[in-house]
């Protein structure tokens, strides 16, 4: 079992940067893909970014790629996603996700997930 924690989340202007964090408790993540989902208000929660370390693919949505980097501490407990240039259509709850490792898995599709964090308000002004 893995329970997860974000953090970090809040208000920022557009053009800002949030750093926000996923901890995980019960396990290490080294078996792990992790994503990060958000769902702003009155819309389908969405994929925002993935990583699989042990297989080194990292996949980023195209809204955010280019912006936002998934990465991980060296203990393998935490996630982390950092936010640049954040805009106003960045803001949502965010979500963190685990799922053990698997080749026929894309890390883009919510369901994959078994283990989800409660979520992080992010609210970017204008």
């Known amino acids: 079992q893995v329970q997860l924690v974000e953090s970090g989340g809040g208000l920022v202007q557009a053009g800002g940067s949030l750093t926000l964090s996923c901890a995980a408790s019960g396990r290490t993540l080294g078996s792990y893909a992790m994503g990060w989902f958000r769902q702003a208000p009155g819309k389908e929660r969405e994929f925002v970014a993935a990583?699989?370390?042990?297989?080194?693919?990292?996949y980023y949505a195209a809204s955010v790629k280019g912006r936002f980097t998934i990465s991980r501490d060296s203990a393998e407990t935490t996630v982390y996603l950092q936010m640049n240039s954040l805009k106003p259509e960045d803001t949502a709850v965010y979500y963190c996700?685990?799922?053990?490792?698997?080749?026929?898995?894309?890390?883009?599709?919510?369901?994959?997930?078994?283990?989800w964090g409660q979520g992080t308000q992010v609210t970017v002004s204008s």
């Open positions: 996700a685990a799922v053990r490792v698997s080749a026929s898995f894309s890390y883009r599709r919510e369901t994959e997930y078994d283990y």
């Open positions: 990583k699989n370390w042990s297989g080194g693919s990292t």
